[in-house]
């Protein structure tokens, strides 16, 4: 049994690549976690949204509140006013002051798509500053 020892400079080259095989690993394990959670993170729950737990902000000195009935009627105010109306109605009602909030108020059984519409109209008259306005309940422990 012999053991040759030689001395002086090292014969080994240097190795600088890295081993990947253990970073697919994980990332393939990660894919498939990813690909089965994905369906379960879908919620197919009907939710009441009008209630909200938020504190309420502070009002302004003279809101201006748009109002979908349970009927489809919309009402600026207290005055009734028509989809194609709301532009020109709301520039009277805010001195052309397109920075206005706008508190907009529905019935729980208005449609979603009036709602969309009522939205709509009022993005195209160029009010964008819209408040969505529900029932305050208190917070849930």
């Given at each position: 049994m012999g053991?040759?020892?030689?001395e002086g400079?090292?014969?080994?080259?240097?190795?600088h690549e890295i081993n990947v095989t253990p970073f697919?690993?994980?990332?393939?394990?990660?894919?498939?976690?990813?690909?089965v959670a994905a369906p379960l993170?879908?919620?197919?729950?009907?939710?009441?949204l009008p209630a909200s737990t938020a504190k309420p902000a502070p009002r302004p000195e003279k809101p201006v509140f748009l109002s979908v009935k349970?009927?489809?009627r919309l009402?600026?105010?207290?005055d009734p006013v028509t989809v194609e109306a709301l532009g020109p109605t709301l520039d009277a009602r805010t001195h052309n002051n397109k920075d206005t909030t706008i508190f907009f108020q529905a019935d729980?059984?208005?449609?979603?798509?009036?709602l969309m519409s009522v939205m709509d109209a009022l993005r195209a008259a160029g009010y964008l500053k819209v408040?969505?306005?529900g029932l305050e309940t208190a917070a849930k422990k």
């Open positions: 053991l040759h020892l030689k400079d090292d014969d080994l080259a240097e190795n697919i690993d994980v990332m393939l394990v990660l894919l498939i976690i990813f690909m993170a879908t919620v197919d729950i009907k939710v009441d349970a009927d489809q009402y600026l105010g207290e729980k059984g208005v449609d979603y798509g009036d408040g969505l306005v």
